[in-house]
């Protein structure tokens, strides 16, 4: 079950919201009493209630509003309690001041905004000793591994405990709590009103991830890099899953660059069976695999883990035969040609990074006659000769003439959409232009080569190519192809208007 959390500053819109959210299917809400401005009145608020409800009022060192006496908050629980709420929210160090009374469910809450400590166990064997219905425990998670010491207290709890950890790093306990038996999760109204850090909404949680679906032999695939809440690939990756009826959630990982090794075996507790993998991880992912392709090898990166049919890491690199595909769709529409389209067009390819080298590979080997550029000159020098094509200073990028231009670059991406990695005048006529940028679909790069008079593909096409074979991989079946790529197209929207 979800709990959606309502912090308002007046009741109108407290019991405003409360009634949206039943009709959205809102089965459970929190009050959060610290937010209103006025002395609240707990009988205004649960009279008539659409839903169950949980009644909570927070302190100033509990991250919460309330700016009146102590007193003055322990006697509203103790209203709500006589008033015979469903739920009342009491901090473990006042549960003894509030005692039991009538059929009101005490929950009794534990909450460190700075990290996770080592004596969770601890914290949480003395809250099970406070007569507590449920025990809820939340902390700050400083490592991925944090959120797995949480959902592993969760499963072990013989008290139902709701667990899980705030901040980015706590996104993935939030999501998988009810899996290892969490009686709920927490989620808020709308993503613009954050209640708690890395709250999702409950729009999120229950369309996206399909939170109240997840049971406890539901598997587990997601997304790991650093940044990662930017990505769009739990969207597509869940609302596939939905369209298909699968039993499966995808998660976003966010994973430094320096902790892959240890988080991926500390993810072994999670049972993750796939893996799609962006920067900073797309070599440490292919020296981390128990087998590869031919192909990941000798690009050097991989982009998906998933694991076999003997529980063995396999690496992929789904990018390659992605922007192969998007390229040759540019240059015949059609797919009249009966050769290779891309052998002995001239290619400038931008960019040295992960997707660069993918893609300059696959190039390399239809017979495109391929030359690299990047700002930083000693990398683009290396990916030349790993490849074993031409190179070009960033400076003299414009000053050839080719049939395909590639962006392989992040210059473009949103929120900085102004800017391009390629001059207009640099453009000629009739050349593809094809941009790895895929949010917006839209680049300046695209609108400015299609100004002057070049065809163009947009990252859509490969981003959503890649994760379609990404998720044949995963599930052993064909991806719903144009569900994927409707559904990037209105996330990309949806970014766009925040």
């Not at 007046?10 to 039943?22: I, N, T, Y």
């Not at 495109?368 to 190179?391: F, M, P, Q, V, Y």
């Amino acid at each position: 079950m979800i709990c959606v959390s309502i912090g308002r500053t007046r009741h109108k819109m407290v019991m405003m919201e409360h009634r949206s959210l039943a009709e959205k299917g809102a089965e459970l809400v929190e009050l959060r009493l610290d937010w209103i401005a006025r002395a609240p009145d707990v009988s205004r608020l649960i009279k008539d209630r659409p839903t169950p409800v949980v009644v909570t009022c927070r302190r100033p060192e509990d991250k919460g509003r309330w700016n009146k006496t102590e007193d003055q908050r322990q006697a509203l629980l103790r209203t709500a309690i006589v008033s015979e709420v469903e739920y009342v929210d009491i901090e473990d160090d006042i549960a003894g001041s509030i005692p039991r009374y009538g059929k009101t469910k005490r929950i009794i809450s534990h909450h460190n905004f700075d990290e996770t400590p080592d004596d969770i166990e601890e914290i949480h064997a003395a809250m099970c000793k406070k007569d507590p219905d449920i025990v809820k425990l939340v902390t700050m998670a400083n490592s991925p591994g944090d959120s797995v010491r949480m959902l592993q207290l969760v499963a072990n709890a013989k008290v139902p405990t709701i667990g899980f950890c705030m901040g980015e790093y706590g996104v993935i306990s939030r999501i998988l709590c009810g899996k290892y038996g969490s009686p709920f999760t927490y989620a808020t109204f709308s993503r613009e009103r954050e209640l708690a850090p890395g709250q999702l909404s409950y729009s999120e949680m229950s369309r996206i991830y399909r939170y109240d679906e997840i049971g406890p032999e539901t598997p587990v695939y997601g997304v790991i890099g650093d940044p990662i809440a930017h990505s769009l690939s739990p969207l597509i990756h869940n609302i596939a899953f939905k369209h298909d009826k699968l039993d499966a959630v995808y998660l976003p990982f966010r994973i430094p660059k320096d902790r892959l090794k240890e988080t991926l075996k500390e993810f072994e507790w999670l049972n993750v069976q796939g893996y799609s993998v962006t920067i900073p991880h797309k070599a440490g992912a292919l020296e981390l695999a128990d087998k590869a392709d031919d192909a990941s090898k000798k690009m050097g990166v991989a982009n998906t883990l998933f694991k076999d049919e003997k529980n063995a890491w396999q690496a992929r690199n789904t990018d390659y035969d992605a922007a192969l595909d998007s390229i040759r769709l540019g240059l015949d529409p059609q797919g009249k040609a009966t050769a290779d389209p891309i052998n002995g067009k001239q290619v400038l390819l931008l960019g040295a990074g992960g997707v660069s080298r993918a893609i300059g590979a696959g190039i390399v080997g239809a017979g495109g006659a391929l030359t690299i550029s990047n700002r930083s000159r000693l990398r683009g020098e290396k990916l030349a000769k790993d490849l074993g094509c031409n190179h070009s200073t960033w400076e003299n990028r414009g000053s050839g003439r080719y049939d395909i231009l590639i962006n392989g670059t992040a210059v473009g991406m949103y929120p900085n959409v102004n800017d391009t990695p390629f001059a207009q005048n640099f453009m000629q006529e009739e050349m593809l232009v094809f941009d790895t940028v895929y949010n917006p679909e839209n680049t300046l790069l695209l609108k400015q080569a299609r100004e002057r008079g070049c065809k163009t593909v947009s990252g859509i096409e490969m981003f959503v190519r890649q994760a379609a074979a990404q998720y044949k991989m995963f599930t052993g079946k064909e991806a719903p192809l144009e569900v994927m790529r409707n559904t990037l197209r209105k996330g990309i929207s949806a970014v766009g208007k925040l």
